[in-house]
């Protein structure tokens, strides 16, 4: 039997998506001894399990190296992988926003200053409301950029709204809805199309159920 | 064919074969100059690959580029009413490649057949690209599609522009729940929007997927496709290579050039297609020209993956002959193994990084290296 080669995000929702998997048929009991190996391998079961960092799961999907994987869609939308996008598995929900001090007021007449890791979708989004930006990227820490007035807003995923509680920031505007998304290489789903069918058609019904 | 393996790589070899078998079929090989006028590519950003073309100013003054692409500059250049052509080319173009996001030179090999092609025409192209695939790697599918099928659907139910844009790009992804909420958006009824998502969820053998395409009603337009592809698929079978050929209908390219069939070659082990073609009736169009095409293009850079362990052994022989001083009895040596069809690497001493399968010490004793 051919390998199925997953690559599941690190974390939290990587582990809840590795008991979908389970209940799925692709056990890999290893993966839940505590250790620092990164790759699982159940050769009677006939699967890989490896840990990325999410941001990194949809780049082993595209080159390969993964058959499948499971990454958001702010990851899905920013860096436009060339993968298929098979199920929405309505989980990791958050909403893709826009953030401000509490009291940011917007300026038409000037060029808006937007701090963000996702440099493509704020350029989408902005682009959607022929707005003019200036786009500084960052890589963490984002919610401090408007405070040291660094830029006037930021794009940002929100899951509570907490950590923007918690250093005085309001949400502006919610304008995506973000979830975890099953993805599979487009060559070797047609080599492994069976099984990933199998996998996905058992996931979408653990979706349905929750 | 041992000697041309030792001297070929993987692509070259793979370049040789793919021409022998485009001139089986009467496909004559079309050469051209690495430089053509950037004006052509401004003017067709969208065909192209990437929209990155690397240009300089000719001794004339006139804007030239690099060729990105070769299929452009064979339309420009041919004429209508000539009857069928049927031409292949081998050349270098010149892109920017996706991963490292810088201009690489990338050989491709591809063929283009123009005229008033039928559905003979149709049948052997798409088989020459199944053939292809072979000689690259035993395990190949080749995805084939109907954009007539896609289109005619999408019409049926009056999607607006911006709908078709929608779902055609949720259909590339084989995104079957966007698919459906992008036809919700449209105004659709839930049975009409899973009767278009069945172009994501139904794929697979071409038997299975046209019967059960033959049972919908999807409009006159794409009922049409399907029976052409039923006609298409029947051919092919007689030719022996359908069970290589799955129908899926995610195989959607730019409807702005392709029209009727499309397709997507893969071989296991690269993780992008290596094949991509079809009719392109509407990019011949917008060159003024009437006559109809069909083609494809083999992209041959990513074949390095599937060749590696290939070249386990430098050579097959070592001789090392150490202070031995009679050359002639050296040469002699040398001889008899590479008349016997072995390669040989001879030196005082073997350097360690050379790997060999058998070693000769002249003058010593014969050391057996498996």
Not at chain 2, 7 to 32: C, E, H, I, P, S
Not at chain 2, 57 to 77: E, F, H, R
Not at chain 2, 164 to 175: D, G, R
Request: proline share 2%; with cysteine.
């Amino acid at each position: 039997m051919k390998m199925l080669n997953v690559a599941l995000p690190k974390g939290r929702l990587g582990e809840k998506v590795y008991d979908m998997f389970e209940k799925a048929g692709f056990a890999c009991p290893s993966i839940k001894e505590n250790n620092r190996k990164l790759i699982f391998e159940n050769e009677q079961v006939g699967v890989r399990y490896f840990w990325v960092k999410p941001s990194d799961v949809a780049i082993y999907v595209e080159r390969g190296s993964a058959d499948v994987g499971v990454a958001g869609k702010d990851i899905l939308d920013e860096y436009k992988p060339d993968v298929y996008e098979l199920l929405d598995m309505k989980m990791g929900k958050c909403d893709m926003c826009v953030a401000a001090k509490a009291d940011f007021k917007d300026d038409r007449s000037r060029t808006l200053t937007v701090a963000t890791k996702f440099t493509n979708i704020a350029k989408a989004h902005y682009a959607s409301l022929g707005r003019d930006i200036d786009i500084i990227h960052l890589n963490g820490s984002i919610e401090i950029a408007p405070i040291l007035g660094l830029s006037d807003v930021i794009v940002d995923i929100v899951e509570t709204g907490t950590t923007l509680k918690e250093n005085n920031l309001v949400v502006v505007e919610r304008f995506m809805p973000i979830s975890a998304r099953l993805i599979a290489n487009k060559a070797n789903f047609k080599f492994k199309s069976e099984r990933i069918e199998k996998l996905m058609s058992s996931l979408a019904i653990q979706t349905e159920q929750k | 064919m041992k000697e041309f393996n030792r001297v070929f790589n993987g692509t070259d070899r793979a370049v040789y074969q793919l021409r022998a078998l485009y001139g089986d079929y009467g496909f004559k090989q079309y050469r051209m100059s690495k430089f053509e006028k950037y004006d052509l590519y401004a003017k067709n950003k969208d065909f192209l690959v990437s929209d990155n073309v690397i240009t300089f100013t000719d001794t004339d003054g006139v804007l030239m580029a690099l060729k990105p692409d070769v299929t452009l500059s064979i339309i420009k250049n041919g004429k209508d009413g000539a009857g069928v052509e049927k031409v292949y080319y081998n050349e270098n173009v010149y892109r920017v490649s996706k991963g490292t996001r810088s201009f690489k030179e990338f050989m491709q090999v591809g063929l283009e057949c123009f005229g008033d092609i039928d559905e003979y025409e149709i049948s052997e192209v798409v088989f020459l690209a199944v053939k292809s695939l072979e000689t690259v790697s035993k395990d190949y599918i080749l995805d084939l599609s109907h954009l007539a099928v896609v289109k005619g659907v999408m019409e049926n139910f009056n999607l607006s522009t911006d709908g078709v844009k929608k779902v055609t790009a949720y259909l590339a992804e084989k995104n079957a729940q966007g698919v459906f909420s992008a036809c919700k958006e449209e105004g659709l009824s839930d049975n009409d929007a899973e009767l278009v998502k069945k172009l994501v969820t139904v794929y697979g053998a071409p038997d299975k997927v046209i019967n059960e395409f033959k049972a919908l009603d999807l409009g006159k337009c794409a009922n049409n496709a399907i029976i052409q592809l039923e006609r298409i698929m029947v051919a092919l079978s007689a030719l022996g290579v359908s069970d290589k050929i799955r129908i899926d209908f995610s195989v959607v390219n730019d409807m702005n050039y392709y029209n009727g069939i499309v397709f997507n070659g893969f071989v296991s082990g690269i993780p992008t297609s290596i094949i991509s073609g079809g009719q392109y009736d509407n990019l011949m169009a917008k060159f003024g020209r009437k006559d109809r095409a069909i083609g494809f293009a083999v992209y041959l850079d990513e074949l390095e993956k599937l060749s590696s362990g290939a070249n386990e052994f430098d050579v097959d022989v070592a001789v090392e002959y150490g202070s031995l001083s009679d050359v002639a009895l050296i040469n002699r040596k040398v001889k008899e193994i590479t008349d016997g069809g072995e390669s040989v690497f001879a030196s005082k001493k073997i350097p360690e990084k050379i790997k060999y399968k058998r070693l000769i010490v002249l003058g010593g004793k014969d050391n057996e290296n498996a």
